[in-house]
Each structure stands twice: as structure tokens, then as C-alpha cells.
């Protein structure tokens, strides 16, 4: 598996995924679908600290998408994996590598993510990289007719400790 940057051309497909409700899943409100030109807009105004990837296998295909954005002084992630492809392992992976990547190139002591407290999926995924449950948040998220709580999980710099897919390249 690898996370490559959404490129421009990506774009298209970035627009599908955000519009098929199977993609973002039972958990996700309705209201992130975009148009393609609402999308080329966000994608052309993304801050320096915010920065989208695509999920792809290792020929290739493209699975899903992950990304972070900034909150306060730190990052939160969010990502999403086409159907098919959901319960292999990618989306662990994906979030592994993902902070990795962040804790070896920003200066920031926790990177979260929130998830709807009936995904017990993503919360799986997350506990598994090393995440912590931090808390709930009520009645957080409108989702298809109603209002759903939200989980709080996060993982500390001092927590992580060293990359555990990413290495430091040997200078030769």
C-alpha cells in the first residue's frame, strides 16, 4: 500500500468518492457530498498545513483517500476506503503510514481523529495504530435524520516514540 499526493488529475475521482454515499459510509453525514467544481476549489485553496492522499495499492490501484487539516495547533486526520476493499488491512496501513509521515516531518506533539461511536470499524483501526479514546462528543454530527455522538481519540508524539512502517533512509 502506499498514500501519494492528490494531484490535480485526481481530482475527477476525489469527486466520485466524495459523492457516493458507500464510500463514505453509513457513519458520515450526507452533506460532504461536493460538486467536482466546489472540490477544484477547496483543492486549489488548501493551506500549507492541510494536504490530501490518495490510498493506492501496491500496482497501483486507487482504494481510498486519507488526509489531514489543521486544528489548533495540531493536525486531525480523516480518511475512507472504497467498499471492496474495506476490512484487509489497507485502511490500518494507511492511517500507520500516515502518522509516521507526520510525526517525522511537522513539529507537532498529536495528530486526532473523530469517528461515529457506531463505527466500531474506524475505531478498531485507530486503537490499533495507537490511538487513545479521549472522549464523546454529543450529538456532534447530523447524519442521515439524526443527530449521532462522536468519539475523541488521539496519539501523542511521546506515544508513538519511532516510525513503524517509514524509516529514515541511510545516508551513503
Known amino acids: 500500500m502506499n498514500l501519494r499526493i492528490v494531484e490535480k488529475e485526481d481530482l475527477p475521482l476525489v469527486a466520485e468518492w466524495f459523492n457516493d454515499p458507500d464510500f463514505s459510509g453509513r457513519f458520515d453525514p450526507l452533506d460532504a457530498q461536493q460538486s467536482r467544481t466546489e472540490i477544484e476549489k477547496k483543492y486549489e485553496d488548501l493551506s500549507s498545513e492541510e494536504k490530501w492522499f490518495i490510498v493506492e495499492k501496491k500496482d497501483g490501484t486507487k482504494i481510498g483517500f486519507i488526509g489531514h487539516f489543521p486544528v489548533r495547533n495540531n493536525l486531525e486526520i480523516g480518511y ?8 484487509k488491512g489497507y485502511g490500518t496501513e494507511a492511517v500507520l503510514v500516515m502518522v509516521d509521515y507526520l510525526f517525522l516531518s511537522k513539529s507537532i506533539v498529536r495528530i486526532q481523529a473523530g469517528t461515529n461511536v457506531e463505527n466500531e470499524v474506524s475505531q478498531k483501526v485507530l486503537e490499533r495504530v495507537g ?7 454529543r450529538k456532534e ?6 443527530w449521532t455522538d462522536f468519539y475523541n481519540y488521539s496519539i501523542l508524539r511521546e506515544e508513538w516514540k519511532e516510525p513503524k512502517i517509514l524509516t529514515k533512509t541511510a545516508s551513503r
Open 80 to 87: 475512507a476506503l472504497i467498499p471492496s476493499e474495506r476490512g
Open 141 to 146: 454530527v447530523f447524519v442521515r435524520g439524526k
Open 131 to 137: 490511538f487513545q479514546k479521549e472522549g464523546l462528543n
